[in-house]
């Protein structure tokens, strides 16, 4: 693997330290980052005390069997898996089968190959539920620049997410 998640360390650092102090938990479902955003958190010391458990969701089945997600959003002529209401989905679904008071969604195409006109490679939707709050949505188009790339900036907007979930008042 060629993602280099070391320029992360120090904001993985500081969420971990944020919401260690303020008693948060975190979920994370995933999917094109292959449980990279919960790898990046876990090899922070102490984030046992705010990791709950993460979800690696690659295939539609896991999606629906791990998370909840309606089979309706990933069949044919629904949204599919990459798509705004699936990354809400897997967020709210992290959330209900978690502890977590907050919980991370990615999904999105890395490449080089799977897509589209409608959906390129380097898109990805993101999604931050809260147990008390209203889902968060993020579409960011990152373009071609390979997987590894793709994969690393979903990671870092993630994080991003979690961020300002976790600093919310």
Not at 74 to 101: F, H, K, N, Q, Y
């Amino acid at each position: 693997m060629t993602t280099d998640l070391a320029p992360l360390e120090a904001d993985a650092k500081a969420l971990i330290e944020s919401c260690s102090a303020r008693g948060i938990l975190i979920a994370t479902a995933e999917s094109c980052t292959g449980g990279l955003v919960c790898g990046l958190l876990t090899d922070i010391a102490g984030s046992s005390e705010v990791i709950d458990r993460g979800f690696v969701t690659y295939s539609n089945a896991a999606k629906t069997d791990l998370l909840g997600v309606s089979p309706d959003l990933l069949a044919p002529g629904g949204p599919g898996a990459v798509s705004e209401e699936t990354a809400r989905a897997m967020a709210e679904g992290a959330i209900r089968s978690s502890r977590a008071d907050i919980a991370v969604a990615v999904t999105g195409i890395a490449g080089p190959s799977g897509g589209t006109a409608e959906k390129p490679v380097g898109l990805v939707h993101f999604a931050v539920a809260n147990a008390d709050g209203p889902t968060q949505h993020r579409k960011r188009e990152f373009g071609d620049i390979g997987r590894s790339a793709v994969r690393l900036a979903s990671v870092r907007e993630a994080l991003d997410m979690l961020k300002a979930a976790a600093t919310k008042d």
